[in-house]
């Protein structure tokens, strides 16, 4: 006789089995086939930048590169921001105007506005607040020498970072040119990147080199994903050729890269549409840089490895 086993019921409350990967689906491209496709757009973006800011005479600076004024003001209790932006647009000042909280705010303007400036200030809070309680707290002149040190100290930054890149994912991973690929993609995104802010006419300024940063940080933590696949599948099997190595790992990590691209461009995205005038320099710039930075990590840098292996002969290990 044959003994029936009964199952136990799952419980009500079970939730199925979240899987990350289903929520893209699994890709089988040829990104070494498409490396030369990915170089030529890659160059000509570059070129395209680099012809762009020769004629431009350079990435327009703002004032904490080259000099100016930065006047601290106070508003009286329902004046807002938008409204102290608007009176500076109609006495045509041009100036970028930073929340400092408690109806602070922080305004820069360029050296040419400063013939008349002191007037046009005490007219536009005259206009905007009867009560009289908006005023004038502090103003500064930021100097082209100390402009031109800010200046050197942000590129030094920014090289700096790259040369600590190339160091320590050289050292992670015992070549050097695991950490030059990583980095010549980033000069890619940083450069492509200011072109972008560029043309559409921002300035460049502090925050926008700590936009800058940012996208650096950001593209190649994308890109050592990748190379650590790369280097994981090439000590699992040995005999596998590099081409097929490089697009099995960035087919690998493509759900990831997308995925994590685009949480966070959505809440950049969410960012630059409800943080105002003062944050939208800062945003567009990581927007920018997020598509940029994700496309040169499974376009650009994995394929350097692959091109300076063939040009070289050098074992990549």
Excluded: C
């Amino acid at each position: 006789m044959k003994t029936i086993e009964k199952r136990k019921p799952s419980p009500s409350n079970a939730l199925p089995k979240f899987k990350f990967f289903e929520l893209w689906p699994p890709s089988n491209i040829d990104f070494v086939r498409l490396r030369f496709g990915f170089y030529g757009l890659s160059a000509a973006l570059v070129a395209a930048t680099i012809f762009f800011l020769i004629a431009r005479g350079g990435p327009p600076l703002g004032i904490d590169f080259t000099g100016g004024i930065v006047t601290q003001v106070k508003l009286g209790r329902g004046v807002t921001q938008e409204q102290f932006r608007d009176a500076l647009s109609r006495e045509e000042l041009d100036s970028n105007v930073q929340s400092l909280g408690g109806g602070e705010y922080l305004a820069r303007f360029k050296k040419e506005q400063e013939n008349g400036l002191d007037e046009k200030l005490r007219k536009i809070l005259t206009g905007i607040d009867a009560t009289g309680s908006s005023a004038v707290l502090s103003k500064e002149f930021v100097g082209a020498v100390v402009g031109a040190k800010l200046r050197d100290q942000a590129a030094l930054a920014i090289g700096l970072s790259f040369l600590g890149i190339i160091a320590y994912v050289g050292f992670r991973f015992r070549n050097l040119i695991w950490g030059l690929a990583g980095v010549i993609a980033l000069v890619h995104d940083v450069l492509v990147t200011v072109g972008f802010l560029t043309l559409v006419g921002y300035e460049i300024d502090l925050v926008l080199v700590a936009a800058l940063l940012t996208l650096a940080g950001y593209s190649i933590n994308d890109t050592v994903v990748i190379f650590d696949r790369l280097r994981e599948r090439m000590r699992i099997f040995p005999r596998e050729s590099l081409r097929e190595a490089i697009n099995r790992s960035v087919n690998e990590t493509m759900s990831r890269t997308i995925i994590t691209a685009g949480a966070t461009f959505l809440s950049v995205l969410g960012l630059a549409i409800l943080g105002g005038r003062s944050l939208h320099p800062f945003s567009m710039a990581l927007l920018f840089g997020i598509v940029i930075g994700s496309y040169s990590t499974f376009g650009v840098a994995s394929n350097l490895v692959l091109t300076w292996a063939q040009w070289t002969g050098f074992r990549v290990r």
